[in-house]
């Protein structure tokens, strides 16, 4: 696939940083979808996660210079290979992508846009499937994220520990200039490496909500993050894990503003 031709003056380089995982059944319509909207200086760094299946053999079938694939020797899941996508990335814009979801004409422009003025952005999501919006954990139709909420960072936060800000790293994308506070993962973040994004952002004081829809999201038995309610104990696990993830934060930042 070409680069596309813009009509509009070239925005700044970007880097599509994406982790795939035994995702052979989709991940060839996905990454068509992402190079139909990059530029020439684009990248799309695809890190794979010691596949079973033939995910690595469909993406290396993609003739095109812009994808560039790094093959991980062992699984290490996916968020230490989100981790390893985003160092890989040379650009100073970075969007995060699943392996198994379509983006929409127009996400690349929009967010990029949206990253002129602030260190991360969030967008919302339909289902692939039916058009239809997000549900949220409760059952409440067209849940999604409200552009006036952008500033409200401390109230953001509160969202994201009961579980009611629809952050999801595949709507999401990041300046480089915030990866000194996201970077390293923590070792006890075993998963929701989008919430910590998202606590990222809004402890950073700096996080723009899109109300465009940024993906169609693909619902499937290996979905990483749950269409459903978990069970208690799992919930309060992810609750202590979120507020492990926000003291973490806080720390860095002080020992960023002291330096």
């Given at each position: 696939?070409?680069?596309?031709?813009?009509?509009?003056?070239?925005?700044?380089?970007?880097?599509?940083?994406m982790a795939t995982y035994n995702g052979s059944a989709y991940v060839?319509?996905?990454?068509?979808?992402?190079?139909?909207?990059?530029?020439?200086?684009?990248?799309?760094?695809?890190?794979?996660?010691?596949?079973?299946?033939?995910?690595?053999?469909?993406?290396?079938?993609?003739?095109?210079?812009?994808?560039?694939?790094?093959?991980?020797?062992?699984?290490?899941?996916?968020?230490?290979?989100?981790?390893?996508?985003?160092?890989?990335?040379?650009?100073?814009?970075?969007?995060?992508?699943?392996?198994?979801?379509?983006w929409p004409e127009g996400r690349v422009d929009a967010m990029t846009?949206?990253?002129?003025?602030?260190?991360?952005?969030?967008?919302?999501?339909?289902?692939?499937?039916?058009?239809?919006?997000?549900?949220?954990?409760?059952?409440?139709?067209?849940?999604?994220?409200?552009?006036?909420?952008?500033?409200?960072?401390?109230?953001?936060?509160?969202?994201?520990?009961?579980?009611?800000?629809?952050?999801?790293?595949?709507?999401?994308?990041?300046?480089?200039?915030?990866?000194?506070?996201?970077?390293?993962?923590?070792?006890?973040?075993?998963?929701?490496?989008?919430?910590?994004?998202?606590?990222?952002?809004?402890?950073?004081?700096?996080?723009?909500?899109?109300?465009d829809v940024v993906v169609l999201r693909r619902e499937h038995d290996?979905?990483?993050?749950?269409?459903?309610?978990?069970?208690?104990?799992?919930?309060?696990?992810?609750?202590?894990?979120?507020?492990?993830?926000?003291?973490?934060?806080?720390?860095?930042?002080?020992?960023?503003?002291?330096?």
């Amino acid at each position: 696939m070409s680069p596309r031709e813009r009509d509009t003056p070239a925005r700044p380089p970007v880097s599509v940083a994406m982790a795939t995982y035994n995702g052979s059944a989709y991940v060839a319509e996905q990454v068509g979808s992402v190079l139909a909207q990059l530029d020439v200086d684009d990248e799309l760094v695809v890190v794979d996660d010691a596949s079973r299946d033939d995910t690595v053999s469909v993406l290396r079938s993609i003739a095109d210079d812009r994808l560039r694939l790094v093959e991980s020797p062992v699984n290490r899941g996916y968020v230490a290979t989100f981790e390893a996508a985003l160092r890989a990335c040379r650009h100073d814009l970075l969007l995060l992508a699943d392996q198994d979801d379509v983006w929409p004409e127009g996400r690349v422009d929009a967010m990029t846009a949206a990253l002129a003025r602030t260190e991360v952005v969030a967008g919302n999501l339909l289902l692939l499937d039916s058009g239809r919006p997000l549900s949220s954990p409760f059952g409440a139709e067209g849940w999604a994220l409200r552009a006036e909420d952008s500033t409200h960072h401390a109230r953001n936060v509160g969202g994201v520990l009961a579980g009611m800000r629809p952050y999801y790293g595949c709507a999401m994308g990041l300046r480089r200039s915030s990866l000194d506070t996201a970077l390293p993962f923590p070792p006890f973040l075993v998963e929701s490496h989008d919430l910590w994004l998202a606590l990222v952002g809004n402890l950073r004081g700096s996080m723009t909500h899109l109300e465009d829809v940024v993906v169609l999201r693909r619902e499937h038995d290996s979905n990483e993050t749950p269409n459903r309610p978990r069970g208690v104990v799992p919930a309060l696990r992810s609750r202590l894990m979120l507020v492990r993830s926000i003291l973490v934060i806080v720390a860095r930042r002080g020992r960023q503003r002291v330096r």
